[in-house]
């Protein structure tokens, strides 16, 4: 059966036709496409769909469909698409075979990095695709499970030069976060004159002209009404011009009720079948007749079912139409459903399939069950295991709701909105604490509720809402439980540090005393030893602080985070880092954290987790680098909807120079962060404003920022970051005074901290503001210091200062010896602006030296010279594929444009090219 042919030509659709056309003609060329088919329900999608298909003639298809009411089970709908090809999962490197078989429980293990399950998904499609063409289609997209929905969205934005096609068909009224910004169909309903006739061919009978029009004001054009609204009306009515009686009615209640008027002449057992079907999502055919079986529904009711045209039973079970399904499920009687959700829990193999058993026996429940609410829980913790958060949640909500014990039930929906919380779904999150706050709580629990709430509002707004509830939650905890109450305080100073200037009430300071009088743990953790660290430097300052914060941080780089620490402690942790100028242990903490916040699937926490490595990547001068974390939170902010400025974007065009790109983003962002009371991220965007500046020679205004930076001392990073700036600004706009009195402030911080990176910043400074023998000691300082680290920016500009230096002093020899390497070390890591001005001073020795530009031959983007850089380290197409979440086709294509540009045919060639470049920047 199939609706495609049901509708004459696909009358009225030639344009959409030959839209798809197209996209299986660049799919053969080699050119991948994605397309979002969006209309109402019934307006023809899955009948394009089928057109689609039946056009890709000589290419593989894939096909996969959303169920409303499988939503909640992880990778449900990635399974479907990907099933008919896992044969071919052995042929993926290790690590993705290993997480896309443990998403679909294949394979045991634990938590799959969500990433690398997009990106074995990828991978496995452009495997497929290598062979023949890939046309890849998704019906009802708006009712995918939400771990499927966003790999499935992470795969079509890396789509690139595969052979693949991916077309997905969505309700108009439903907003798919994963699916926003790709180009879009719209597929709207048939002109009057198609509809007219598209109405007569349906009709085999006399259909009077009032019955005519009528029907043709309600079905507005859409192509199942008027194939179905007539199959409700008896002859008369279509020749007489009988009441019709749906005129009041919503087009989709009209369509469903149509459908259950065809259902209503069939057998008893013959409806039950049709419910049964309809309860069971996947299809399984032989699932279907054991549950028949049970039920005591004989043969004669499956090919009565069948002759009425709602459904087919072959291979799967298939509806006409996702409205037939709804349709008979919602006009069974409560008592009608869970019978046949218990006849379907009994035939599923608890070894094989326990999750899909859990839910339907969770549906079968008359009333309260604990028996069945703990088989939730454990099937909470195998999603949990298997990346699925948001699935974790969703059976944790369902045992909520079937647990007879009060105390119990308001504890597991404190669970359920925990998991709800971390897996990003924060309205849900604040339902389920609503339902946690009528049960019987003790102190404890009432104040985990206020820990969750406060929670909910810094997942949802990085400013300072949260911090009023999560103070007074860490108080309150103080005598009940003091573990939590130290990560509650822990969460109250992350949030006192993201509100800094800008906090409304208590900030750093309140939070820092209030530690400093909380009881001690028995036995300290790091996270305790790193709160203990900082309540002594937002009370006594740096200078006592800096030791136990040097300890505190060792502790986290000793041993791997967990994932309390990473969603709790390693963003501070890692800012203390670089609050101490510890470039070691900054570079360790970020990655792990990163690491863990993807393997995790927390998606609440993978934005910060991947600026904040960006940022890392800025300082080491790997540019290209942090400009595919930056790309890479973009898709990641298009899922989560996260409200995190972007720092890493920031800072990345403000290190590279790019004024045009920067400089709107900084004044949006300032905009954003101070509406939403986020200090920290206007210290942040002023501090990139300042290295900016300083660039670009514009010292008056890098001062400006500078100063508007380093006055927020109340918080962690860029306010020490940037009194160096101010140094340097100071100098070059005479004002001595200010760049004096930033160096006597940094310098107390830097000895204290005692790191080369910190030593090496103050001896650049401190030369700034010196002559003679003892400015020159001091720049030699400076650069012996910061070579010894890995912040190879910080290091290319203190050679360009010194160079600097030599020449006004009348030494352009020596000036060379410096400004040479820094240029060529500025250059060759993007950092444009600063070496814009190493360039200048040069020629101002006399050297010439060529001006970078866009055109210059074997220039490289900053994507095609990480990937030409991992291919150098012998890195394979894959290996780089999965280091850069691209295709192995994709990587082909961007090494043959590298191998182009740089005028090279093999890889020991590219070695070779770029050795000279490689060398300049270490």
Known sequence: MSRTRSWPGLLGRRSECDTLSGLVAAAKAGRSQVLVLRGEAGIGKTALLDVLLERAAGCRVARAAGVESEMELAFAGLHQLCSPHLERLDKLPDPQAEALGTAFGLRPGSTPDRFLVGLAVLALLSEVAEERPLICVVDDAQWLDRASAQALG????????????????????????????????????????????????????????????????ESHGNPLALLELPRGLSAADLSFGGQTGHSATPLVQQLEQGFLR?????????????????????????????AAERLGIGSAAAAAAETSGLVELRDRARFRHPLVRSAVYRSATPAERREVHRALSEVTDPATDPDRRAWHRARAAVGPDEDTAAELERSAGRAFSHGGLAAAAAFLEQAAALTPDPARRAGRSLDAAQAKVHAGALDDAAALLATADEGPLGDAGRARIDLLRAEISFAANRGNESLPLLLPAARRLEPLDARLCRDTYLDALSAALFAGRLAAGPGARQVAEAVRGAPTPDAPRKGDALLAGLAVLFTDGYASAAPLLHRAVRAFVAEELTLDEALRSAWLAAATAASLWDDGSWDVLTRRHLDVARDSGALSALPLALHTRAVVHLFT?????????VEEVRSVTEVTRSSLAPYGEVGLHAVRGDAAQAEPLIDNCLEDVTARGEGAGATMVQWARAVLCNGLGRYEDALRAAREAAASALELGPPKWALAELVEAGVRTRDTEAAAAALDELSTMTRASGTEWALGIEAGGRALLSEGRAAEEL??????????????????????????????????????????????????MGVDAFAERARHELLATGEVVRKRTSETTGELTAQEAH??????????????????????RTVEWHLRKVFTKLEVSTRRELRRALSHRAAIAI
């Open 154 to 217: 992470f795969v079509a934005r890396r789509l690139a030069h595969e052979r693949v096609a991916m077309v997905f068909a969505v309700r108009a009224s439903d907003e798919e976060p994963e699916l926003s910004g790709f180009p879009e169909l719209v597929v709207r309903g048939l002109s009057a004159c198609d509809a007219a006739a598209l109405l007569e061919s349906s009709v085999t009978g006399v259909l009077d002209p009032r019955v005519r029009d009528r029907i043709l004001a």
């Open 262 to 290: 065809q259902a209503a002449p069939l057998p008893p057992q013959a409806r039950r079948l049709l419910l049964t079907a309809a309860a069971e999502p996947v299809g399984d055919v032989q699932l279907l007749w054991r």
């Open 621 to 629: 001068g790997e540019l290209a680098t942090a400009a595919s974390l």
């Open 779 to 828: 720049h030699v300082e400076a650069i012996d210091r910061l070579g010894r680290t890995t912040v190879r920016v910080e290091l290319a500009r203190a050679r360009l200062r010194y160079g600097e230096w030599l020449r006004r002093e009348g030494r352009r020899v020596d000036a060379r010896a410096q400004l040479r390497p820094a240029h060529e070390a500025l250059t060759a």
């Open 867 to 888: 990937i030409a850089g991992l291919a150098t380290r012998g890195l394979t197409n894959r290996e780089i594929g999965a280091e850069l979440y691209l295709s192995p």
